[in-house]
């Protein structure tokens, strides 16, 4: 993979020159390189977290139970969302953080270049913790992986084998590294931004990150104390979460919520920033409404902290509470219409055209726009009363996670992908990948909503027969949007490879300081700052 | 594009304030455990029920609740109910499923506990109550609760319960569910039963 | 803007302008239509 820095034509190939082969990418501190080390590891875990949910879509194709026992099948749905939002979307965030935002903003490199390296290397260790009990059950092993799912509810938690034990040591690791990448972040903007770049002039991707960078300071310590908490009651005798020793299981939800909420937007507001840049670069317009959008992403990171127990409106809240946590979940609506707006706004009247970035960020906002509208009718408490834990919420949060996050993620690769290797991806798989992720995404996700309103809950490997049909056109929905994400891997390893070569300005329509590097960029790029006027 | 050299900067100042908000969030998370029971207990949120006579006992109890505090205009379904946690070999019911109660008048009723190990065991029971806004009117006078209970080998007791719905509780409210939960104690530090006790 | 040639004529972006705008427009009217639509469903 090391394509990016060979072709430049660097006087040594091997970038700092001080190793190669493996101890290179061991001992590398440049942003280039670890951007790419985060974005490969997304990607490997986003097909392992992949698999793991077509073995769990395999297993509910048809009522009973055919593939596998219900204990194996929790492990499967818990480590899947772990995976997918700490080991995938979180580092292909940080990836494009890594690659971009000095790029952008004509710094020389991110502020803090070994504390980089080290957050990178945190995380396969951490990967590896959260999937070694399945390995270890093999060999007889305890009792396999955490099978709580992702949220570690306590009482159950606290029971569980020693599969909790696993992930919540993961999780620390990988919100340390997650807190040592926002550090890095939060200083390079502050402190690296090129001579004339105000606040009020700074790319709205680094805007973007720079929110998500504050929420995960500011949140992920709440997540490890409260994984911290369960361990102790899990090993130590305290009485956090539970009740025979004045402990107290919903405080577990309090806590583990004001993390989780906020997470979605820590997941999204990278994304968001990225949208803007696509949809003026093909729409040949400027940004609609910068100012808006900044107050926008401020807005929506303050509220975030503030309305996390709408994800628990079932579990006995007083009435006052939960008109509270229904009406601010509710305001948080009013931001995110501005920035629908605002993307819908840098489209009128513009030159478009769709190529395969272009096509993911329309179908972006598309696809999120429902996840926003499904999310409205779950923030309401008395139909929250019958959706609560059904498949609906399953299907409202996948239109976020993979219509918002993930394909938000797929638009930054294919627009930045020949920056990064100086070579155009082949527009044809493109957007074949396109197609067909959308069309199997909706055939996957959409049943889901009608499961949901039927009654079906979530969660169980079995399910009554009424469900059936929406089920099994799930799965097959689910197969093809599995399988067809190969394309996306090979699409991006043969432009890694080769292809036609990008121009500096890889799309006519593109604005901003990283296109006026070459493509791809020096291995030391901006290492004078460009003045901005 | 005129181009400059970077101007070095020290990023020390910065790093210790992000630091900070790091180790202030972690504080807060741990802090969220305290004030988390002291909202509770004011608000009753989580069916957690008022400890306001439990202090001064039964007597100090019915000094505070004269007769004309009794409103007798209207009456509440109190349901009683209990479950014994995995782990401890008893079985419990209370004496009356239900009680037709005034708001502030003084009612008793007992739970039969058995223990059915041939050994002698301590258990505590924690109480809840449904809704969570009719918690912080539900005034346990004296209850079982308040001790860890220990029952020989085989013994049944009836364990004994007084209460009071105080009047101000809201109108729309008609019935309360008192559950129990009886965890058993053993093996578990006096200090951690000890906070138990103190609601 | 441009250091490197558009591979759309000027005709080319005005005619993608224009074609944008009519289907932006219909979308707007679809809305519209589903709305005023929504107002005589009874349940
Ligand atoms: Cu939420």
Same mark, same amino acid.
């Given at each position: 993979?090391?394509?990016?820095?060979?072709?430049?034509?660097?006087?040594?190939?091997?970038?700092? *020159?001080?190793?190669s *082969?493996?101890?290179?990418?061991l001992t590398t501190?440049?942003?280039?390189?670890?951007?790419?080390?985060?974005?490969?590891?997304?990607?490997?875990?986003?097909?392992?977290?992949?698999?793991?949910?077509?073995?769990v879509?395999?297993?509910?194709?048809?009522?009973?139970?055919?593939?596998?026992? +219900?204990?194996?099948?929790?492990? @499967?749905?818990?480590?899947?969302?772990?995976?997918?939002?700490?080991?995938?979307?979180?580092?292909?965030?940080t990836? %494009?953080?890594?690659?971009?935002? +000095?790029?952008?903003?004509?710094?020389?490199?991110?502020?803090?270049?070994?504390?980089?390296?080290?957050?990178?290397?945190? &995380?396969?260790?951490?990967?590896?913790?959260?999937?070694?009990?399945f390995? @270890?059950?093999?060999?007889g092993?305890?009792?396999?992986?955490?099978?709580?799912?992702?949220?570690?509810?306590?009482?159950?938690?606290?029971?569980?084998?020693?599969?909790?034990? %696993?992930?919540?040591?993961?999780?620390?690791?990988? !919100?340390?590294s997650?807190?040592?990448?926002?550090?890095?972040?939060?200083?390079?903007?502050?402190?690296?931004?090129?001579?004339?770049?105000?606040?009020?002039k700074? +790319?709205?991707?680094?805007?973007g990150?720079?929110?998500?960078?504050?929420?995960?300071?500011?949140?992920?310590? /709440?997540?490890?104390g409260? /994984?911290?908490?369960?361990?102790?009651?899990?090993?130590?005798?305290?009485?956090?979460?539970?009740?025979?020793?004045g402990?107290?299981?919903?405080?577990?939800?309090?806590?583990?919520?004001?993390?989780?909420?906020?997470?979605?937007?820590?997941? &999204?507001?990278?994304?968001?920033?990225?949208?803007?840049? /696509?949809?003026?670069?093909?729409?040949?317009?400027?940004?609609?409404?910068?100012?808006?959008q900044?107050?926008?992403?401020?807005?929506?990171?303050?509220?975030?902290?503030?309305?996390?127990?709408?994800?628990?409106?079932?579990?006995?809240?007083?009435?006052?509470?939960?008109?509270? %946590?229904?009406?601010?979940?509710?305001?948080?609506?009013?931001?995110?219409?501005?920035?629908?707006?605002?993307?819908?706004a840098?489209?009128?009247?513009?030159?478009?055209?769709?190529?395969?970035?272009?096509?993911?960020?329309?179908?972006?906002?598309?696809?999120?726009?429902?996840?926003? &509208?499904?999310?409205?009718?779950?923030?309401?408490?008395?139909?929250?009363?019958?959706?609560?834990?059904?498949?609906?919420?399953?299907?409202?949060?996948?239109?976020?996670?993979f219509? !918002?996050?993930?394909?938000?993620?797929?638009?930054?690769?294919?627009y930045?992908?020949?920056?990064?290797?100086?070579?155009?991806?082949?527009?044809?798989?493109?957007?074949?990948?396109?197609?067909?992720?959308?069309?199997? %995404?909706? @055939?996957?996700?959409? +049943?889901?909503?009608?499961?949901?309103?039927?009654?079906?809950p979530?969660?169980? #490997?079995?399910?009554?027969? $009424?469900?059936?049909?929406?089920?099994?056109?799930?799965?097959v929905?689910?197969?093809?949007?599995?399988?067809? $994400?190969?394309?996306?891997?090979?699409?991006?390893?043969?432009?890694?490879?080769?292809? #036609?070569?990008?121009?500096?300005? /890889?799309?006519?329509?593109?604005?901003?300081?990283?296109?006026?590097?070459s493509? #791809? #960029?020096?291995h030391?790029?901006?290492?004078?700052?460009?003045?901005?006027? | 594009?005129?181009?400059?050299?970077?101007?070095?900067?020290?990023?020390?100042?910065?790093?210790?304030?992000?630091l900070?908000?790091?180790?202030?969030?972690?504080?807060?998370?741990f802090?969220?455990?305290?004030?988390?029971?002291?909202?509770?207990?004011?608000?009753?949120?989580n069916?957690?029920?008022?400890?306001?006579?439990?202090?001064?006992?039964?007597?100090?109890?019915?000094?505070?609740?004269?007769?004309?505090?009794v409103?007798?205009?209207r009456?509440?379904?109190?349901e009683?109910?209990?479950?014994?946690?995995?782990?401890?070999?008893?079985?419990?019911?209370?004496?009356?499923?239900?009680?037709?109660?005034?708001p502030?008048?003084?009612?008793?009723?007992s739970?039969?506990?058995?223990?059915?190990?041939?050994?002698?065991?301590?258990?505590?029971?924690?109480?809840?109550?449904t809704?969570?806004?009719?918690?912080?009117?539900?005034?346990?006078?004296?209850?079982?609760?308040?001790?860890?209970?220990?029952?020989?080998?085989?013994e049944?007791?009836?364990?004994?319960?007084?209460?009071?719905?105080?009047?101000?509780?809201?109108?729309?409210?008609?019935?309360?569910?008192?559950?129990?939960?009886?965890?058993?104690?053993?093996?578990?530090?006096?200090?951690?039963?000890?906070?138990?006790?103190?609601? | 803007?441009?250091?490197?040639?558009?591979?759309?004529s000027?005709?080319?972006?005005?005619?993608?302008?224009?074609?944008?705008?009519?289907?932006?427009?219909?979308?707007g009217?679809?809305?519209?239509?589903?709305?005023?639509?929504g107002?005589?469903?009874?349940?």
């Open positions: 993979m090391n394509t990016a820095t060979t072709a430049n034509g660097h006087a040594n190939p091997h970038g700092d *020159g001080h190793y *082969g493996l101890m290179r990418w501190t440049n942003h280039k390189d670890i951007g790419t080390m985060y974005l490969t590891f997304s990607l490997i875990m986003f097909f392992v977290g992949g698999a793991m949910i077509l073995a879509r395999a297993e509910l194709f048809a009522p009973g139970l055919q593939l596998m026992q +219900p204990e194996f099948f929790n492990q @499967l749905i818990g480590i899947h969302a772990l995976v997918m939002i700490f080991a995938a979307l979180m580092p292909a965030a990836g %494009f953080a890594n690659w971009m935002i +000095p790029l952008m903003i004509g710094a020389p490199d991110m502020a803090l270049p070994r504390l980089n390296n080290w957050g990178f290397w945190l &995380l396969p260790p951490a990967a590896i913790l959260l999937t070694m009990p390995f @270890l059950a093999l060999f092993i305890g009792d396999g992986a955490l099978a709580t799912g992702w949220t570690f509810y306590a009482p159950l938690s606290v029971q569980g084998g020693m599969g909790v034990d %696993f992930a919540i040591l993961a999780v620390h690791i990988l !919100g340390i997650s807190i040592m990448g926002s550090i890095n972040i939060i200083v390079t903007i502050f402190n690296m931004r090129a001579p004339g770049m105000t606040m009020m700074l +790319p709205l991707f680094a805007w990150w720079l929110i998500t960078a504050f929420l995960l300071l500011a949140t992920l310590p /709440v997540l490890a409260a /994984v911290t908490m369960l361990l102790t009651d899990r090993h130590f005798g305290t009485h956090f979460f539970d009740a025979a020793g402990g107290d299981p919903i405080l577990f939800q309090h806590l583990f919520w004001f993390f989780g909420h906020p997470e979605v937007y820590i997941l &999204l507001l990278p994304v968001w920033g990225l949208m803007p840049h /696509v949809l003026a670069t093909f729409s040949r317009k400027p940004t609609y409404g910068y100012t808006a900044v107050y926008a992403f401020i807005a929506i990171g303050l509220l975030s902290v503030v309305v996390w127990a709408h994800h628990f409106f079932t579990a006995g809240l007083p009435v006052p509470a939960l008109i509270y %946590f229904m009406f601010s979940t509710m305001a948080i609506s009013i931001p995110l219409a501005v920035l629908f707006f605002c993307w819908i840098t489209m009128w009247k513009g030159s478009m055209s769709f190529e395969t970035p272009m096509l993911f960020a329309v179908g972006f906002i598309v696809l999120f726009g429902i996840a926003g &509208l499904t999310g409205l009718i779950l923030a309401d408490v008395a139909a929250d009363a019958q959706y609560h834990h059904s498949y609906f919420v399953v299907a409202h949060f996948h239109y976020a996670l219509a !918002g996050g993930i394909m938000g993620v797929m638009t930054g690769v294919y930045w992908l020949p920056k990064w290797t100086g070579h155009m991806y082949s527009e044809k798989l493109g957007k074949l990948h396109f197609w067909l992720t959308v069309i199997s %995404f909706n @055939l996957t996700f959409m +049943p889901q909503f009608f499961l949901g309103l039927a009654g079906m979530r969660r169980i #490997p079995d399910y009554a027969l $009424q469900f059936a049909e929406f089920n099994a056109i799930s799965t929905g689910a197969m093809i949007l599995g399988f067809s $994400q190969l394309l996306f891997a090979w699409n991006i390893w043969s432009c890694v490879r080769g292809g #036609p070569k990008a121009e500096a300005r /890889v799309w006519e329509g593109a604005e901003g300081l990283e296109w006026e590097l493509s #791809p #960029p020096p030391h790029s901006w290492e004078t700052q460009p003045v901005i006027k | 594009m005129e181009q400059v050299q970077p101007v070095p900067r020290n990023h020390s100042r910065l790093v210790i304030k992000l900070l908000l790091v180790a202030g969030a972690f504080v807060f998370a802090a969220l455990v305290p004030l988390y029971n002291v909202l509770c207990e004011v608000t009753g949120f069916g957690k029920t008022s400890a306001g006579f439990a202090a001064g006992g039964l007597k100090a109890g019915l000094a505070q609740a004269p007769a004309s505090r409103d007798t205009g009456l509440i379904r109190v009683f109910t209990g479950t014994v946690m995995p782990g401890l070999p008893w079985e419990m019911r209370p004496l009356k499923v239900s009680l037709d109660v005034h502030g008048e003084l009612q008793q009723i739970y039969l506990v058995r223990n059915t190990a041939d050994r002698p065991i301590t258990g505590q029971a924690v109480p809840s109550v809704p969570g806004q009719a918690a912080q009117h539900f005034e346990k006078i004296e209850c079982f609760c308040f001790d860890q209970q220990t029952l020989a080998p085989g049944a007791q009836e364990m004994p319960l007084a209460f009071i719905v105080s009047p101000e509780v809201d109108r729309d409210i008609t019935h309360i569910t008192l559950s129990y939960a009886f965890f058993s104690i053993e093996g578990q530090r006096q200090t951690l039963s000890a906070t138990a006790e103190a609601r | 803007m441009t250091d490197q040639p558009s591979e759309f000027p005709a080319d972006l005005a005619r993608r302008r224009s074609a944008a705008r009519r289907l932006a427009w219909l979308l009217l679809a809305v519209v239509i589903i709305y005023v639509l107002l005589f469903i009874k349940r």
